[in-house]
């Protein structure tokens, strides 16, 4: 029987951001309307099929080792305009605002399409790299010595002691419906709060929020969730954009791997978001208070 205490499918922002505090994710219903997600879908099926035509097709996540058969689509904004209003959602900005803070990047803005027969992504979190919070005289861990898939393990139930803060957000675009049988994201609820990692394996209290196409399930950073089984007999067009806090490596390098035509093109806020701006002098090139970043050409080289 359905739990009704779980998160269902809402119009409504705040009731958005309390299932993201209460549950770690929550399901943003009826985004785009059927012209925009129809116009995304051809464009993201084109892609993928000529990435796989081109054999430049990438099929292993890195969370998901040994499956040959989902395939991923990198940089989306190099590869159509149309996929840009998707990291300038006003509810996808609402939510990143909600979690990160009004200043955050666009970590990544990729497709993950699950085919039939694929394998289910291991559960996981997207903040394995976060420290845990250590108390005065306890030894930290350091940060660059962390490796993905090396705990800590625990169970998903409320830390007794202070965890670390949501520091990234994927927000997962539906752009054909998300179902159980086709792979849908699979989410264990209230695991943002335990301040510890998944092991990897399917559990029992873990469940599969379906969507319509044009709707988004979106976690915060904490939160164990993995991709489904595809059982179904056609695809799983999911596109995430990933939105990380300013201080944070982004996901994909966005500033170096811009397509110069596309620059171009990017208003400012496009720019902001994929990191071309500096962060209280973070990310600046050779002037810390510039609006944006200048390109390696502009900067001031060996003088004498
Ligand atoms: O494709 C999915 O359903 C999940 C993707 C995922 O786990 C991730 O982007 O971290």
Redesign the pocket.
Same mark, same amino acid.
């Given at each position: 029987m359905e739990d009704r205490s779980l998160p269902t499918g809402t119009t409504d922002l705040d009731q958005m951001r309390s299932d993201l505090d209460a549950y770690g994710y929550c399901i943003a219903k009826d985004l785009l309307d059927s012209f925009t997600v129809a116009a995304i879908a051809e464009r993201l099926a084109a892609q993928a099929a000529g990435e796989r035509a081109a054999e430049l097709d990438h099929p292993f996540?890195a969370?998901a080792d040994g499956d040959h058969i989902n395939q991923w689509v990198y940089l989306l904004h190099n590869k159509g305009s149309v996929f840009h209003q998707l990291a300038l959602h006003p509810t996808a900005r609402a939510l990143a605002t909600h979690v990160l803070g009004v200043d955050h990047n666009l970590s990544a803005m990729?497709s993950?399409i699950?085919y039939p027969g694929n394998k289910p $992504?291991p559960l996981?979190t997207?903040q394995w790299w976060m420290p845990q919070p250590a108390l005065p005289g306890e030894r930290h861990n350091r940060q660059g010595d962390l490796i993905r898939g090396n705990g800590p393990f625990g169970e998903p139930t409320p830390a007794d002691r202070a965890i670390a803060p949501p520091m990234v957000l994927?927000f $997962?675009w539906m752009i054909t419906d998300f179902t159980v049988a086709n792979?849908?994201?699979?989410v264990v609820p209230g695991s943002h709060l335990s301040g510890v990692q998944p092991t990897g394996e399917p559990r029992a209290d873990e469940v599969q929020p379906e969507g319509t196409a044009g709707s988004a399930l979106v976690w915060e950073g904490r939160t164990w969730?993995?991709?489904?089984a595809n059982t179904s007999d056609g695809h799983r067009l999911?596109l995430?954009t990933?939105f990380c806090a300013p201080v944070v490596r982004s996901l994909t390098n966005m500033t170096y791997g811009t397509r110069p035509e596309v620059y171009d093109e990017l208003d400012d806020e496009m720019k902001r978001l994929l990191g071309f701006a500096p962060w209280n002098g973070y990310g600046a090139t050779d002037e810390p208070n510039a609006e944006f970043a200048r390109p390696a050409e502009e900067t001031v080289g060996e003088l004498s």
């Amino acid at each position: 029987m359905e739990d009704r205490s779980l998160p269902t499918g809402t119009t409504d922002l705040d009731q958005m951001r309390s299932d993201l505090d209460a549950y770690g994710y929550c399901i943003a219903k009826d985004l785009l309307d059927s012209f925009t997600v129809a116009a995304i879908a051809e464009r993201l099926a084109a892609q993928a099929a000529g990435e796989r035509a081109a054999e430049l097709d990438h099929p292993f996540p890195a969370e998901a080792d040994g499956d040959h058969i989902n395939q991923w689509v990198y940089l989306l904004h190099n590869k159509g305009s149309v996929f840009h209003q998707l990291a300038l959602h006003p509810t996808a900005r609402a939510l990143a605002t909600h979690v990160l803070g009004v200043d955050h990047n666009l970590s990544a803005m990729d497709s993950h399409i699950t085919y039939p027969g694929n394998k289910p $992504m291991p559960l996981h979190t997207d903040q394995w790299w976060m420290p845990q919070p250590a108390l005065p005289g306890e030894r930290h861990n350091r940060q660059g010595d962390l490796i993905r898939g090396n705990g800590p393990f625990g169970e998903p139930t409320p830390a007794d002691r202070a965890i670390a803060p949501p520091m990234v957000l994927n927000f $997962m675009w539906m752009i054909t419906d998300f179902t159980v049988a086709n792979g849908g994201t699979r989410v264990v609820p209230g695991s943002h709060l335990s301040g510890v990692q998944p092991t990897g394996e399917p559990r029992a209290d873990e469940v599969q929020p379906e969507g319509t196409a044009g709707s988004a399930l979106v976690w915060e950073g904490r939160t164990w969730h993995g991709s489904g089984a595809n059982t179904s007999d056609g695809h799983r067009l999911g596109l995430t954009t990933f939105f990380c806090a300013p201080v944070v490596r982004s996901l994909t390098n966005m500033t170096y791997g811009t397509r110069p035509e596309v620059y171009d093109e990017l208003d400012d806020e496009m720019k902001r978001l994929l990191g071309f701006a500096p962060w209280n002098g973070y990310g600046a090139t050779d002037e810390p208070n510039a609006e944006f970043a200048r390109p390696a050409e502009e900067t001031v080289g060996e003088l004498s």
